[in-house]
């Protein structure tokens, strides 16, 4: 475990800062561009361009070409060298063709992803589709490149890349604000000069986190050099390979697909309420996942790997039932402590500029329900992880067809007989039951690959942490209702719920769960201490 954590250790330093400044980014854009139909409009086009990038090749790194990575490295005279000119040269030449095709359909991809937009809105999303669609080439090469930095054991430039993007994009949106005003959340008033610096800014942020993993392969003695030679790049390995991780995105897009589809269309019944709410709280929700489990997995993902290929099935096992553990040692409290503060993040980051108070709480409303979901989503998102180590990506695809299945009809339940408002709640709640389902069968059937997860170790030590957190919780709750009776809810008492609530409430916990003697938190509790202590 401790390889493991030092490792995570160094990425989730990394994922956090870039988590930061998301939260800085992602609330700096809300200020200028609102959550009704501008900001609708834009979130639609700034996502069809990472669905594009998963569909096409995102899902194969971590599941395909990290492995097979591994086993050139292993296998081949030059230690995988050529392979991994090969994999840079043709995958940069596909994403160069995708970006383009997608720019030429931006059109047609807007009105996939939208449901009862008039010409206006339509119209500006396409616009902002054909700025942001070309990040698509830009985003996949620095994800190759991320992937052959990590089979190196090089974790820093893949978690703080994010950052330099996340820094564009504030400085973009404060000049769009400066520039534009109020009337830059206006989709009637919004001009073309003011979609264009939107559009073009959001992908320079791209091209330079881009930029950033391709100079860092050089550190690990990667040299680019142009190789087509199709016969020795092992696509027929990994075609065959892949058409099962191209199937499980493609069907895990078909049920976002649904989602965003019925979160535009509540948004048109009450404005605010719709795709951007939803859209932003997700993002919020991935916050602690990409800071802690994130970090966890892009370790544990070569070390199994490379245990299953030696057969050490018991040392898979070990890996996961640590992972596990490490990662929901924090996100315990962190789940608990969403339920409880969500209106107070929110309202901290939203409420500025063309944001209103009841719209920030509104996001935090759908983040309470979010963070039910967090533990469930991470340690599904762990298991898969030891399927793809045996090369195995057949079974994930049959996961994902079940949760998209639970997730489509509750949402589509939540949508018809849920009042309008509460609609994006009920997606929210939707994807927390599916994910609750498809972990509890993802276990058995991992359980069943490697002979045993540790099941009851990992349940015995979930226990306590739920017990060690329930103060931190209670903690947060009062805070909160203090707050609320003394003064009406606006950013500083937010402010004051948060220091307060999930600050001293996240103390309270750790020294709760280091006198229970819970291994994971005493091992971080040790590190840092350590770390202070030099």
């Known amino acids: 475990m401790s390889k493991v954590l030092r490792a995570s250790a160094i990425m989730a330093a990394g994922t956090m800062v870039s988590r930061v400044t998301g939260f800085v980014r992602t609330a700096v854009l809300a200020a200028a561009i609102g959550t009704y139909a501008l900001g609708d409009a834009y979130n639609v086009a700034y996502t069809i361009p990472l669905i594009l990038f998963d569909l096409l090749i995102g899902g194969v790194l971590s599941s395909v070409v990290v492995p097979m990575i591994i086993r050139r490295q292993k296998a081949d005279p030059d230690g995988g060298r050529a392979y991994e000119q090969r994999l840079m040269t043709l995958g940069t030449v596909a994403l160069v063709v995708v970006a383009a095709v997608a720019v030429a359909l931006a059109g047609p991809l807007i009105g996939l992803y939208s449901t009862g937009w008039d010409a206006r809105r339509t119209e500006v999303a396409v616009t902002l589709a054909r700025y942001i669609l070309p990040m698509i080439a830009f985003f996949g090469i620095g994800a190759i490149a991320g992937a052959i930095l990590n089979t190196h054991d090089r974790y820093a430039a893949p978690m703080w890349a994010p950052v330099l993007n996340n820094i564009v994009m504030i400085c973009v949106a404060v000049v769009y604000y400066v520039v ?21 800014g959001t992908t320079a942020g791209i091209v330079a986190q881009c930029l950033v993993l391709v100079a860092a392969l050089r550190r ?3 040299r680019f050099r142009p190789r087509f030679g199709l016969r020795d790049a092992g696509l027929g390995e990994m075609g065959r390979t892949a058409v099962w991780t191209f199937a499980y995105v493609g069907i895990s897009q078909l049920g976002f697909l649904i989602t965003t589809r019925l979160a535009t269309g509540a948004g048109e019944q009450v404005p605010g309420a719709g795709n951007s709410a939803y859209s932003y709280a997700y993002q919020f929700f991935q916050l602690p996942y990409g ?10 993902l070569p070390r199994m790997t490379r245990a299953v290929n030696d057969g050490r099935l018991d040392t898979v096992g070990e890996e996961f039932a640590s992972g596990v553990r490490l990662v929901s040692v924090l996100l315990v409290p962190a789940g608990l402590l969403l339920m409880v503060l969500g209106p107070a993040v929110t309202v901290l980051i939203f409420s500025w500029g063309n944001m209103t108070v009841d719209s920030a709480v509104y996001i935090g409303n759908v983040l309470q329900v979010f963070g039910l979901a967090l533990v469930p989503f991470s340690v599904f998102q762990l298991l898969l992880r030891v399927f793809y180590a045996f090369g195995d990506t057949r079974t994930p695809v049959l996961l994902a067809a079940g949760n998209v299945a639970v997730n489509a009809a509750l949402s ?21 039951v599916a994910y609750v389902t498809g972990t509890a069968v993802a276990w058995v059937m991992a359980s069943r690959r490697v002979h045993g997860l540790g099941g009851r170790a990992v349940a015995a030590g979930l226990s306590r942490m739920y017990l060690a957190a329930l103060p931190a919780a209670a903690v947060a709750l009062g805070v909160l209702w203090l707050t609320q009776e003394l003064t009406a809810l606006n950013a500083l008492s937010a402010a004051v719920m948060l220091a307060a609530g999930g600050g001293v409430g996240m103390v309270l916990y750790l020294a709760i769960a280091h006198r229970m003697r819970i291994p994971e938190v005493s091992s971080i509790v040790g590190m840092v201490a350590g770390r202070v202590g030099r």
């Open 180 to 200: 534009a005003g109020e009337a830059g959340s206006e989709i009637a008033t919004v001009t073309d000069a003011d979609l264009f610096l939107l559009g073009v």
């Open 220 to 222: 690990v003695g990667f």
């Open 291 to 300: 800071i802690i489990a994130v970090s966890v997995i892009t370790a544990m």
């Open 412 to 432: 589509t339940a939540a949508y018809f007989l849920l009042p309008a408002r509460y609609i994006v709640m009920g997606l929210a709640l939707a994807f927390t």
